[in-house]
Structures are given as C-alpha cells and as structure tokens.
Nanobody, 116 residues
Framework: QVQLVESGGGLVQPGGSLTLSCVYSGRIFGIVAMGWHRQAPGKQRELVAVITSVGSTDEADSVKGRFVISRDNAKNAVYLQMNSLKPEDTAVYYC??????????WGQGTQVTVSS
C-alpha cells in the first residue's frame, strides 16, 4: 500500500524559511511528476510547485523566486524549500505523486503558518 508522509511544517515569522519533506513508501509505477499543492482556509486547493520525472520544474507565479522544489529518487522523496515566507503562504501543504497508470497519490498534509 502506498503512503505519502509530509513533514517540516510549522510556525514561522514573515521573511523566514521552512523546508517541507515528503517521503512515499510502497511501489509506485510510472511516476511522471511529484509536487506540492496548498489549501488556505476558505480557498481552493492550488498547485504550488511540480517536478517531472526528467527534472523539469514549475512553480506558481505567487511563489516564483521564493520556493524551490527538488526530489531525491533514491529516497522516494520530494522537497519544498520555502524562503521569504509571507502571511499569505499560510495553508495546509499537500504533496502528491502522479503515476501515469494509477493517477495521483496524496499525503495527509502539513500545516504552514506564517505569522509574527
């Protein structure tokens, strides 16, 4: 059974940094991408960043230049380095793995709160 576990969330002051980690267990075939979404209270879930199986990355305009996504295939992990955090980055962050054969697998989410 596949399981994704996020870690690294927490409370940080504006301008601070956090690194989120997501590690999956179990077998996932045909991975085409891994990434992060977030959902703030009262808002729809939105894509934050994605990294493809060949290493291409893309980020939402709201986080470009501040967030960096990376992956470690040997560790079945994807990371999100978040810098210059703003209060509007406050949300629950969800990692996902996209399989060409089985669709998307999701983690349970980790809370990120940016506040002074």
């Amino acid at each position: 059974q596949v399981q994704l576990v996020e870690s690294g969330g927490g409370l940080v002051q504006p301008g601070g940094s956090l690194t989120l980690s997501c590690v999956y267990s179990g077998r996932i075939f045909g991975i085409v991408a891994m990434g992060w979404h977030r959902q703030a209270p009262g808002k729809q879930r939105e894509l934050v960043a994605v990294i493809t199986s060949v290493g291409s990355t893309d980020e939402a305009d709201s986080v470009k230049g501040r967030f960096v996504i990376s992956r470690d295939n040997a560790k079945n992990a994807v990371y999100l380095q978040m810098n210059s955090l703003k209060p509007e980055d406050t949300a629950v962050y969800y990692c996902y793995v996209r399989s060409i054969t089985r669709g998307d697998y999701w983690g349970q989410g980790t809370q990120v709160t940016v506040s002074s």
